[in-house]
């Protein structure tokens, strides 16, 4: 499985940024998708994940209420839309395939399998 992230980029703080991760091989509903990001001298942490079918989502307390992840089985894509984003949001994010289970969320980045090359958001006025 490949994936490629894309969507990142400059934003003032309060504003809104969407991600996209389009995936390509495998069977992209049989994964479970998350997306994670990492700041400088920081460990990468977990977002938000969504299972294979997009019936249940889980996202870090950092962001809920902000982020929604999404995806679209059809056109092989999960999203994250980003809003009232903060300067501690400033991060690469990564999109990440879980091939383990389509049913099971996990925030540990060892679950997953399959990492895009990220994509960098930097949330500064």
């Known amino acids: 499985v490949q994936l490629q992230a894309s969507g990142g980029g400059l934003v003032q703080p309060g504003g809104s940024l969407s991600l996209a991760c389009k995936a390509s091989?495998?069977?992209?509903?049989?994964?479970?998708m998350g997306w994670f990001r990492q700041a400088p001298g920081k460990e990468r942490e977990f977002v938000a994940a969504?299972?294979?079918?997009?019936?249940?989502?889980y996202l870090a307390d950092s962001v809920k209420g902000r982020f929604t992840i999404s995806r679209d089985n059809a056109k092989n894509m999960v999203s994250l839309q980003m809003r009232s984003l903060k300067p501690e949001d400033t991060a690469v994010y990564y999109c990440?395939?879980?091939?383990?289970?389509?049913?099971?969320?996990?925030?540990?980045?060892?679950?997953?399998?399959?990492w895009g090359q990220g994509t960098q958001v930097t949330v500064s006025s």
């Open positions: 969504i299972t294979g079918s997009g019936g249940s989502t």
């Open positions: 091989g495998g069977i992209f509903n049989k994964y479970t």
């Open positions: 990440a395939a879980d091939d383990w289970s389509d049913s099971f969320i996990s925030i540990s980045s060892y679950e997953y399998d399959y």
